[in-house]
C-alpha cells in the first residue's frame, strides 16, 4: 500500500510542474500553456480520484 502513496504524490509533483510550466508559457504567447495547464488539471484530478478509491479499498478491506 505504501508504494501506491507514492505514486499519489507523484501526481502534485507533476501538478505543481505542469502549472510551473504553464505558466512560464502564458507569459511568451505560447498555445502550449492550454496543454500544460490541462495536464496539471488532470494530475490533480487523478491525485483525488486515486486518493478516494484508495479509502474506499482500505475501508472495504476493514469490514470483513
Request: no cysteine; charged share 20%; proline share 0%.
Amino acid at each position: 500500500m505504501k508504494f501506491s502513496n507514492i505514486f499519489q504524490y507523484a501526481y502534485i509533483v507533476f501538478a505543481i510542474l505542469f502549472i510551473y510550466d504553464g505558466i512560464s508559457k502564458w507569459g511568451d504567447g505560447t498555445n502550449g500553456a492550454y496543454i500544460s495547464l490541462g495536464l496539471a488539471a488532470l494530475a490533480i484530478f487523478i491525485y483525488f480520484f486515486r486518493k478516494k478509491f484508495s479509502r474506499k479499498f482500505e475501508n472495504r478491506g476493514n469490514s470483513k
